[in-house]
């Protein structure tokens, strides 16, 4: 079964600061990765994914993550966050069988905390 | 495009007492999940629905936890009866879904308290 862990529990940073978060994931076939966010009060939404192609993949409001097959990782990055990044960050991986529905397994989360 | 619709958005029930969560998906959408997100954790996959049959339900506590799928679109998840940690945010979850690559769209979730 596959299983995802993310690195970081609580980061704090104050605005223009560059953002990095940690994903590792483990299984041993094809996957499909995602990364997902959930601002307070709101419901789980999609930042980005990657199926296959490019492995840097670019999301909404300014996020991106690179899928390294080598080391099993799919970190998040932002130049530049801003306050309104201020949220808690999954990331969740589907391993990949052909013609079966598709089962996310996620992490526990990264909150990220943006200061002025 | 409405989104997936889940109620209550809040309950609180004592321990031993049962209590039911209902999902409706976005329409077509033929995938339907069930999610369980303990404070301080990520969302943990319950059960699964394809159409009406459960494709994965490996996870669910059966001996307490219930859920259907009746005509292949709304969902009902019941807990009964409820211990102090099934405290929790339930999230109902639905995707298009075309060959196991597609896009999880998520209800805003129901938050249990059992006290």
């Known amino acids: 079964a596959q299983s995802v862990s993310q690195h970081n529990h609580h980061v704090i940073l104050s605005e223009a600061a560059s953002l990095e978060l940690g994903c590792n994931y483990s299984?041993?076939?094809?996957?499909?990765l995602f990364w997902y966010v959930q601002y307070p009060g709101q419901h789980l939404q999609l930042l980005l994914k990657?199926?296959?192609?490019?492995?840097l993949v670019k999301g909404i409001k300014g996020f991106e993550a690179e899928f390294i097959k080598s080391k099993f990782s799919f970190n998040l990055r932002k130049p530049s966050v801003q306050w309104s990044d201020t949220a808690e960050y999954f990331c969740?991986?589907?391993?990949?069988?052909?013609?079966?529905?598709?089962?996310?397994?996620f992490g526990t989360g990264t909150r990220l905390q943006v200061t002025l | 495009e409405a989104g997936v619709a889940q109620s209550p958005r809040y309950k609180i029930i004592e321990k031993r007492q049962s209590v039911a969560f209902w999902c409706n998906p976005i329409?077509?959408?033929?995938?339907l999940y069930w999610y369980q997100q303990i404070l301080g954790q990520g969302p943990k996959l319950l059960i699964q629905?394809?159409?009406?049959?459960?494709?994965?339900d490996s996870q669910l506590p059966k001996d307490r936890f219930s859920a259907e799928r009746l005509k292949g679109v709304d969902s009902t998840l019941k807990i009964q009866p409820a211990k102090l940690e099934d405290s929790a945010v339930y999230l109902c979850?639905?995707?298009?879904?075309?060959?196991?690559?597609?896009?999880?769209?998520f209800g805003e979730g129901s938050r249990l308290t059992v006290l």
């Open positions: 329409s077509g959408h033929a995938t």
């Open positions: 979850a639905s995707s298009l879904d075309r060959g196991g690559d597609g896009e999880l769209f």
């Open positions: 990657y199926f296959s192609g490019d492995p």
């Open positions: 969740a991986v589907n391993a990949c069988s052909t013609g079966t529905a598709s089962k996310l397994t």
């Open positions: 299984y041993g076939g094809t996957v499909n």
């Open positions: 629905f394809q159409n009406n049959g459960v494709v994965d």
